[in-house]
Structures are given as C-alpha cells and as structure tokens.
C-alpha cells in the first residue's frame, strides 16, 4: 500500500513547527500505524533527514504511550489505541494527517511527541489512596459488592493515554480525571479522602489549563478503553457532594 | 517546578468551587435552568391568545396589576441573563485558548452542531430579546401600540400583538429566533442534566431524547402564535384596524 502523509514538524518546544509531506511506500497492510512511520523513518534516515519523532512504548495497546491525532482524531478515532491501528483500515492510496495531540496542557516537545506530565501531576494531587499497604493482603479482607467492583474496573481502564483532551474541542481533561475520582470513590479505600480527593484533582485540572467540560462527548468517543462520560456526571456529583460535606 | 504545582491544599481547593472549571459548568446550568424556566411560563401566557382578546387582556393587565411579582422577576431574570451570556463569552475564549495551536485536520464524531454552536444561538436569542422587548414591552420600534386599548380601557395586547405578527418580516425574525432558542436548548437540556451529575449510559439517550422533545414543543408553542396570525386563524377584534 502508498500513503502520502501530512506531519506536523517541529525541531523542539520553542520552535514554529509545519506540516510536511512524505510518501509512505510499499506499506504491508497489516502492519501498525506506528511500524509504517517506523519504514518511513528508515527511509528519511537513509536521505540524511531528521526521522519523524512520536511516542511509543508497548506497542500493544496498554501502557498508553503513543498517541498522535490521525486525519483529526485521536488514535485515528478508531477501536483501540495509535499502535493497535493497521493499516488495512486505510485506504491505499489515501492522504493521512498526523499531528501531535493539541492543548495548552500538552505542549510539543518535539514533532509529535508532546508533554503529558500535566496528567502525572494531576494524579500527584490526589489520584491515590494513602495507605501504607505492605504485602499484598488477603483478596477477600475488604469485600466489595460485585457491581461496584465492575464499575470501578471500568474507570480503572483508563491507561491515561491523554487521547481524550486532544479529542476535546476544548481540550478538557475531566474524561481521564473523572475516570479515576469515580474509581476511587466506588471502593471502600477510597472513602477517607474521597472529597479531599476530587477537590484537589480539579483544582490541579484547573491550573494546568485544561479547557472547561461543555459535554460534547468527543472524549468518549475517541477513548481506546471506552471510558464512559457518565463518569463525568459522577465526578460533578463527587465535586457537589465534597461543596456540602 | 512541578513540586511547587502539585501542592493543592484542601481550603484553596474548596474556596475556588465557583471558578473551578466544574462550579463554571454549574453555574451556567443553574442560570440556564432559570431562564428555562421563565421562557416556559411566558410560552404558556401567551398562548392565552387562543382565549381570546379579554383573556389575553385580563391576564396582562393582572400581571401588570401585581409589580411586587413582576419587578423581582425581571429583575432577577436580567441578571441572570446577564451572567449566563457573561460567562458564556468567558468559556467560549477560555476553551479557545486550551488549544493555542488548531489541527490542520478537524474531526467530529458525536458532538451535535448544537452543542458546537451554543455561543452563536445564544447571541442569536440576545439580539432577538433586545429586539423583542423594544417591539412589545418598550414599544419603541412601533409606538402607534402603546395607545390600543380595549372596550374596558385596558391596554390592549392583543391587537398589539395581531398588528406586530401581522407584518411578515416580524414573523420570519420571530421564527428564526425561537429556532436558535431551541437549538440551543436541544442540547441545554441533556447538558444541564450532565453537569448536575445526573446521567449514566441509560439516560443519556432518554436525557437526548428528552432535550429533542422539549425544544421541539417550546418551538411550536411559540411559533403557532405568528403562524396563527398569518394564517388569518386569529383576527384583530371588530372595529380594530
Ligand atoms: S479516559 Fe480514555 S482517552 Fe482519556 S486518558 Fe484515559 S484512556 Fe486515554
Ligand atoms: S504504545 Fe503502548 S498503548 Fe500504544
């Protein structure tokens, strides 16, 4: 397969970067988004070019790592994550556009790569529960009715990938904060800091300048852990119920 | 560097609960729900047209028998007003400046025009409230209503407002702004619900639903009164002309 690409170039964060053009040839159609920039690379590398610079790390959809905005959406807008996406999918032939995920938060360090440490630091504010907890106690000393224990793993799911502020017309980060107030608030190890908790995480959401949530829900829609947007619902709940307690 | 940042104490997280970015959504939602409310109730006043002109009379001329009712709501409305557009201005540039760099290539998945317009039907219902209340509370933009009364000496409003829907243009303004006013609440609606936490997977479809239905009667109980009058379904009262 042939693709010709769009990339967002940009040498470092101080730098006016540019989309570029680049012919992606001789593409094998299953391979990853991210091994067809690999053959591109190569071959940028052979031209004495700079390769193009995006994050990357399990290449099988779990660590949340790479990310890139394909033809305007995160992770392509496709079931899964940047690493998970074929090239199958594609049209051959097609153009694609890859940009790094866009937001305040996320400044560009160097092509497609961006800072996310603003999402670390949000989960430093209170994403954690703090219990000295030592070995690994008994699976059933703290029982846990089943459906709050699915739900919680549902929140659970979120690898923290970012995909969700760049899919958000207002690079909002309630998706992924949502995701671990609501997880944290359904557990019983959660409950001595649980307004502590959602307090402290959207005020840090806040100062590292995500946008304001105006429920689009493009969020949910690009997620590659399918995190729902009911559990931004729950976390206005949580910041309402921490106002009165 | 970051150490600093990621110390949040409790107090400074609770005292910022209006500025926060979650008190923000809040509040627009609690000063929409008002306005809402209001813009239900004067739909339900003036379809008292289809009573008839003394109905129609009798119930303005209560209303404006009552100024210890009237003032505080069109005090309280104003402001709210007020804040609701103020703080919508404020989001719509904050969100614009959470992105400084735009994508060369925009997508969407699901988020309705709707929800992505609000700042543009909201302007749309301000510049039709200004006009609005010229037309028919300040009656500057025709002052030859201000002396139509009625065979008890009431003013009268029902041949005021036959006369203003009377001219086509007026009515094509008219249609125009209560579609903006339900555009924007189709998706006001399930948003307010959202914001005050209460949705899941299973009413977000009923709450979208629910968003449609109710714009869509808000739009026809107002609209029917133009269409009425053009369609020569209510006349002006004998010896009105
Ligand atoms: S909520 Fe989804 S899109 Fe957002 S960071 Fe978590 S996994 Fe990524
Ligand atoms: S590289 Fe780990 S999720 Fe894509």
Redesign the interface.
């Known amino acids: 397969m042939n693709f010709k690409l ?1 990339v ?1 170039r940009q040498k470092n964060a101080a730098a006016k970067g540019r ?1 570029e053009q680049y012919e992606a040839r001789d593409i094998n159609a299953d391979m990853s988004f991210l091994e067809m920039l690999d053959v591109v690379n190569e071959d940028l590398v052979e031209k004495g070019i700079d390769p193009i610079h995006f994050d990357h790390d399990c290449r099988e959809g779990i660590c949340g790592a790479c990310s890139l ?1 394909i ?3 995160p992770h392509g ?1 496709m079931t899964g994550t940047t690493c998970e996406v074929r090239m199958r999918l594609f049209k051959d032939g097609s153009t694609i ?1 890859v ?1 790094p995920f ?4 996320f400044p560009v360090i160097k092509d497609l790569t961006v800072d996310r ?1 603003s999402i670390d ?1 949000v989960m ?3 994403g954690f529960v703090s219990t000295h907890t030592g070995a690994a106690i008994d699976a059933n000393a703290i029982l846990v009715p089943k459906d709050k224990a699915e739900e919680a793993m549902d929140a659970a799911a979120c690898i923290g990938c970012g995909a969700c502020v760049a ?1 958000c ?4 980060g ?1 998706l992924f904060v949502a995701a671990k107030v609501s997880q944290l608030a359904l557990l019983p190890q959660g409950q001595a800091e649980r307004e ?1 908790r959602v ?2 995480m ?17 969020c ?3 997620c590659p852990k399918d995190i ?3 559990f ?9 119920r ?2 009165v307690k | 560097m970051s150490t600093v940042k990621t110390q949040v104490s409790p107090a400074q997280a609770q005292v910022t609960f209006i500025a926060s970015s979650i008190g923000k959504k809040i509040f627009m939602a609690t000063t929409g729900l008002f306005l809402f409310l209001f813009v239900s109730g004067h739909m339900v006043g003036n379809l008292q047209i289809f009573l008839g002109q003394d109905q129609l009379n009798t119930y303005a001329q209560a209303l404006k028998d009552l100024p210890a009712l009237i003032w505080p709501v069109r005090i309280l409305m104003f402001i709210f007003f007020a804040v609701h557009i103020w703080r919508g201005i404020q989001l719509y540039f904050e969100n614009k400046f959470s992105r400084p760099i735009s994508y060369a290539c925009n997508a969407t998945v699901q988020a309705p025009l709707s929800s992505r317009t609000m700042i543009f039907s909201g302007a749309g219902i301000l510049l039709y409230v200004v006009y609005h209340l010229l037309h028919f509370t300040f009656i500057t933009t025709n002052p030859q209503y201000a002396g139509l009364h009625d065979t008890v000496g009431r003013h009268d409003v029902y041949s005021m407002v036959i006369f203003g829907y009377q001219n086509v243009a007026i009515s094509v303004v008219y249609l125009v702004a209560m579609f903006s006013l339900c555009y924007h609440l189709s998706h006001a609606i399930p948003s307010f619900m959202q914001t005050i936490g209460l949705n899941n997977e299973k009413w977000e479809p009923r709450l979208k639903a629910l968003g449609y239905l109710i714009a869509i009667v808000i739009f026809f109980g107002y609209s029917v009164i133009p269409a009425a009058v053009l369609s020569n379904l209510i006349v002006l009262p004998e010896g009105v002309h």
Do not use: P
């Open positions: 769009h967002w989309m905005v033809n305007g959406l807008g556009y940009e866009r937001a305040k938060a440490t630091r430093q504010a209170g899919a017309k207002n690079a909002s309630m502590r307090n402290k959207v005020a840090m959401m806040d100062i590292e300048g995500f946008g304001n949530c105006t429920n689009y829900y493009e949910e829609a690009v729902s947007v009911k931004i619902a729950k976390m206005n709940r949580e910041y309402m921490a106002l």
